[in-house]
Structure formats: C-alpha cells, structure tokens
C-alpha cells in the first residue's frame, strides 16, 4: 500500500485511527466496490453513467471522466474512480502532490490504477446551487479566485473550471476538481464563469430564488461549448 504523504500528515489530518479507516477504506474498494460497480463514459463530453453501486457505497458526484462514492462508514473520505477509458488519475495525483495542504482544495491520500482517495469536500457545487436557488455571495468567487492564483504559484495551470468543479460551503468558495491542471494551454471556463456572475447572476438574477432545472442548465453547459469554440476560431483568424 502507497501512502502519497508521509504518515505524520496523514495523522496531521485526523486521528491515527483515520489511518485505519483509509486502510479499511481500500480495502472496501478492491473488494466491495470495484468488482460490483458498473460505471461507463459513453460520450466524452457528458458525465459518466453510473448503473451500478454496491451498498453500502453511495454515489457523491459525476464528471466526464470519473463517479465519485463515499461509504457510510467513512464519510470524511470519497473514492474518485474513473470509467474505463477514461484517462487522467495519475496527472490528477501529480496535481494534488503539486497542490499540498489548502483549506480551498481536496487532499489525496491513496491513489492507485483508476482511483483516488480524497478528502470530502462538504458543499454544494455552483451547478447545484443554480438548480436549488442558492444565493451564492461575491466571497465565494473571491475566495476561488484566490484559490486558483495559489495553484499557480505552485506551478499548476487551473483549467475547466466550470460550476460542477467548485463548491459553495457555508457561504465560503471551494474548488472540487483540479484534474487538469497540468494542462498548460490557456481555458477561459473560469473568466467566462465570472462573467456571467458579475454581469448576469448578480445584478439580475441574484435577487430572487430562480431554481433552473437541470435540462435548461444542461442546455447553458452544451451551448456554452459551441459559443467558446466559435469564438476561440474567430480570435485565431
Ligand atoms: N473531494 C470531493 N468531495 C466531495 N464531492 C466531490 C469531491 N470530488 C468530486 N466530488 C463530486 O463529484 C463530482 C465529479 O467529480 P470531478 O469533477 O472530480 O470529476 P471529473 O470527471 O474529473 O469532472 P470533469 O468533467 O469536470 O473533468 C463533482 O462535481 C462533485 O460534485
Ligand atoms: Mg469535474
């Protein structure tokens, strides 16, 4: 078994029985999870597909490449497994090595072929806050904003930020996914994303308790791909 951390931090983070939880975690991988989950990406550019999963392992979140679970037993902790095919974990774990310890990010503390184990981040993603009507406050996105200058200045380059990669907890910001940021070539998800909330979202929108239901904002992400693309080729012409 490979620890990312030496054990002091891993004490660091909780009791040294949370080393006994990881360990029992893993275990529940390889042997509950793993062998019973049924996990597919299908198309590359929407979530995975979940058919399947074992209790008592519970499904947290989706992305386009990984599901994430949480046992009921270790609910500080979620596995992130990523659908086969999907590539990517590994640079995710060259990530958070890059990363550190930082209250605004995730902390890997287990990774093997396909998964991560990841401290749980408690909030509601920005994709969720719209879809329940959450107001979500200026601090948040200062607070990301200063999260993302920080991986900077370890050499990282945030990348696909978009509202289902950071979190609103307790009215403070958190980023969820740092999967691609050792991709060097500049994405504007997170200006465009901050856009539209200074211009948009807060002096229209912020006002009242607009739920959007999923489709519409499913159809805001789909439309949001085309609009970045035809306007990166028209900036390179
Ligand atoms: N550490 C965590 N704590 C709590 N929830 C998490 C955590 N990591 C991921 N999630 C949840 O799982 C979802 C999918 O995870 P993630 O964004 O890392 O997957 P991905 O496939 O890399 O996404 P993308 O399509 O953006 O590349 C997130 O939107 C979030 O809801
Ligand atoms: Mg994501």
Redesign the pocket.
């Known amino acids: 078994m490979t620890f990312l951390y030496p054990g002091e931090f891993i004490a660091d983070y909780k009791s040294c029985q949370n080393q006994e939880d990881l360990k029992r975690m893993i275990e529940s991988i390889h042997q509950e999870l793993l062998p019973n989950l049924q996990l597919e990406s299908i198309e590359p550019h929407n979530?995975?597909v979940v058919h399947h999963v074992p209790e008592p392992w519970q499904l947290?979140?989706?992305?386009?490449?990984?599901g994430?679970f949480y046992h009921s037993e270790y609910e500080d902790l979620?596995v992130?497994i990523y659908a086969p095919g999907r590539l990517g974990w590994s640079e995710e774990l060259e990530v958070y090595r890059r990363l550190g310890l930082h209250s605004e990010f995730?902390t890997c503390f287990y990774a093997e072929n396909n998964f991560l184990v990841?401290?749980?981040?408690y909030g509601v993603?920005l994709y969720d806050c719209m879809n329940q009507g959450l107001k979500i406050p200026p601090r948040v996105i200062e607070d990301i904003d200063r999260a993302l200058e920080y991986a900077r200045s370890r050499g990282l380059y945030p990348h696909?930020i978009?509202g289902?990669?950071v979190m609103m907890s307790e009215g403070k910001g958190l980023v969820?996914?740092i999967?691609?940021f050792l991709r060097e070539e500049p994405c504007l998800a997170w200006d465009d994303l901050k856009k539209a909330y200074y211009y948009l979202y807060l002096p229209f929108f912020s006002w009242h308790r607009l739920q959007l239901p999923y489709f519409v904002l499913d159809l805001v992400r789909t439309n949001y791909r085309f609009f970045r693309r035809f306007l990166d080729t028209r900036s390179r012409r």
Do not use: Q
């Open positions: 979530p995975v947290l979140g989706i992305g386009n490449y990984a994430v979620v992130k995730s990841l401290k749980r981040l993603t696909d978009h289902r990669n969820v996914d999967s691609d």
